[in-house]
């Protein structure tokens, strides 16, 4: 069965210091994946997405995320992070083959100041 | 700059009362999106459709919700009765969905979202 797993429910950090959330996925095949960011009483946005190039996509804000197949990993990074950063994160996963998409269940990261 | 646009952006209603929500995907997308948001559920597929033809409504509760898309620049979504446990922002989401022979990429552009009270 296909899944999506954001590993970190909530994740703070101080304005300045790295950022690293969590995603890991299940696939019987390739798939494509996407990070959207949801800040508050907005819709979401794309931040980056995968889908079969280079493995390490850069979005906006800062934002990255490395593509590593044999850890079936997807984790968003920024290296100093910033007030509004703060919002709710979600990582998607999307299969052709049964025509999917699958949200994890989302990371809210806090910026302390 | 396009954008997705959903009506109205709030609305009250009374349990039992029908309840319409509109979608304006971004012109020249393919494929639309419905989502629920509340604080219990999170984020809920509800249906999606390419080319306006349903692709998927497993996330629907059939007995009273109902989902159209009547012509390419709009997106329908029906409530009928509504009941509290309705109660849930509701996202409309468009994109131009392109599939290779193992992928697809399926890149969405959110709407604002509509607010749902029912009392």
């Known amino acids: 069965a296909q899944s999506v797993t954001q590993l970190d429910s909530h994740v703070s950090v101080s304005e300045g210091t790295p950022v690293l959330l969590r995603c890991n996925y299940s696939?019987?095949?390739?798939?494509?994946l996407f990070w959207y960011v949801q800040h508050p009483n907005k819709g979401l946005q794309l931040l980056l997405k995968?889908?079969?190039?280079?493995?390490l996509v850069k979005g906006i804000n800062g934002f990255e995320a490395e593509f590593k197949k044999s850890e079936t990993s997807f984790h968003l990074t920024k290296p100093s992070a910033h007030m509004s950063d703060a919002a709710e994160y979600f990582c998607?996963?999307?299969?052709?083959?049964?025509?999917?998409?699958?949200f994890g269940k989302g990371t809210r990261l806090h910026i302390l100041p | 700059d396009a954008r997705v646009t959903q009506t109205p952006r709030h609305k009250v209603t009374e349990m039992g009362q029908e309840v319409t929500m509109r979608c304006q995907p971004i012109l020249g997308h393919n494929t639309v999106f419905w989502y629920r948001q509340t604080m219990m559920q999170g984020l809920e597929l509800l249906a999606y459709f390419r080319n306006r033809a349903p692709l998927d409504d497993s996330g629907m509760p059939k007995d009273r919700f109902s989902a159209e898309m009547p012509d390419a620049t709009l997106a329908t979504l029906k409530i009928q009765p509504s009941e509290p446990r309705d109660s849930a922002v509701y996202f409309c989401a468009s994109g131009l969905v392109l599939t290779a022979w193992d992928r697809a990429d399926y890149e969405q552009y959110f709407g604002p979202g509509t607010r749902l009270t029912v009392t």
């Open positions: 995968y889908t079969s190039a280079a493995t």
């Open positions: 998607v996963v999307s299969l052709t083959r049964d025509d999917k998409i699958i």
């Open positions: 696939s019987s095949y390739s798939p494509s």
